[in-house]
């Protein structure tokens, strides 16, 4: 079964660094495209950064365009989110994940745990 596994969080004070790892099982990771999401309290959850499965493009929501960096590992399974000048306003639980597009099914999202992300001083 599709597995996604989180870990790196951590609490970080403005303007420090945190690396986001998540470790993929499950199924060819190299065939797909991976994305980390965030989900703040009290909000919805919202599409941080994806990669495509080669690693040649990248696009990222404009929040935080030039702070964070995903990257990926195909022949470790595993996709990485660089975050740099962390704010306060980026305080939220992070999640991996895949959409699996099988034939007669379609298209399933599947998620992480979760990793939580708090910025302070």
């Known amino acids: 079964q599709v597995q996604l596994v989180e870990s790196g969080g951590g609490l970080v004070s403005p303007g420090g660094s945190l690396r986001l790892s998540c470790v993929a099982s499950g199924f060819t990771f190299s065939s797909y495209p991976m994305s980390w999401y965030r989900q703040a309290p009290g909000k919805e959850r919202e599409l941080v950064a994806t990669?495509?499965?080669?690693?040649?493009?990248?696009n990222y929501a404009d929040s935080v365009k030039e702070r964070f960096t995903i990257s990926r590992d195909n022949g470790k399974n595993t996709v990485y989110l660089q975050m740099n000048s962390l704010k306060p306003d980026d305080t939220a639980v992070y999640y991996c994940?895949?959409?699996?597009?099988?034939?007669?099914?379609?298209?399933?999202?599947?998620w992480g745990q979760g990793t939580q992300v708090t910025v302070s001083s």
């Open positions: 990669i495509t499965y080669i690693g040649g493009r990248t």
């Open positions: 994940n895949v959409d699996i597009v099988r034939p007669l099914i379609g298209s399933t999202k599947y």
